[in-house]
Structure formats: structure tokens, C-alpha cells
């Protein structure tokens, strides 16, 4: 799992700077990404809930890709 979300860190960086040129996104990957931020805040609060150690640390790294989808979502789609 750390290996998906590092690769998915690694994606979100690497696609904010190649569209991070542009003035804005498209409307499309602003509602797609806006769509993984929802995602991802409702992965972690599911792991939340689960009393696990693993779980809660699990928690923690999805809700700071969705902070990272966040700050993307802010600079370049409103």
C-alpha cells in the first residue's frame, strides 16, 4: 500500500508540473480531481474508524493526498 501511495504522490507532482504552465485545467480534470479528493478524504475516514494502529496510520496517508489533490485543486482549477 505505501508503494501505491508513494506512486500516486509521485503521479500527482509530476502531472501538476506539466499542467501547472497552463493558466488553467481543463473542466473535465478539475471534476475528476476533485472526485479523487473525495475519494481520499472518504478512504481515510474509513480507516479512521477502524481502531487498528495500521489502519490509523493508513488513515493519515490518504487524508495527506487528498490535502495534496487540495492544494492542486486550489492553484489550478478555481
Same mark, same amino acid.
Given at each position: 500500500?505505501?508503494?501505491? %501511495?508513494?506512486v500516486? !504522490?509521485?503521479?500527482?507532482?509530476?502531472?501538476?508540473?506539466?499542467l &501547472?504552465?497552463? +493558466?488553467?485545467?481543463?473542466?473535465?480534470?478539475?471534476?475528476?480531481?476533485?472526485?479523487?479528493?473525495? %475519494?481520499?478524504?472518504? !478512504?481515510?475516514?474509513?480507516?479512521?474508524?477502524?481502531?487498528?494502529? &495500521?489502519?490509523? +496510520?493508513?488513515?493519515?496517508?490518504?487524508?495527506?493526498?487528498?490535502?495534496?489533490?487540495?492544494?492542486?485543486?486550489?492553484?489550478?482549477?478555481?
Amino acid at each position: 500500500m505505501k508503494t501505491f %501511495l508513494v506512486v500516486a !504522490l509521485l503521479g500527482v507532482f509530476f502531472l501538476g508540473s506539466l499542467l &501547472a504552465q497552463q +493558466d488553467k485545467y481543463p473542466k473535465e480534470a478539475c471534476e475528476e480531481i476533485y472526485d479523487a479528493i473525495g %475519494l481520499f478524504v472518504g !478512504l481515510a475516514d474509513n480507516a479512521w474508524q477502524n481502531q487498528d494502529n &495500521a489502519d490509523w +496510520d493508513l488513515g493519515t496517508s490518504l487524508s495527506g493526498v487528498a490535502a495534496n489533490y487540495a492544494t492542486i485543486y486550489q492553484v489550478v482549477c478555481e
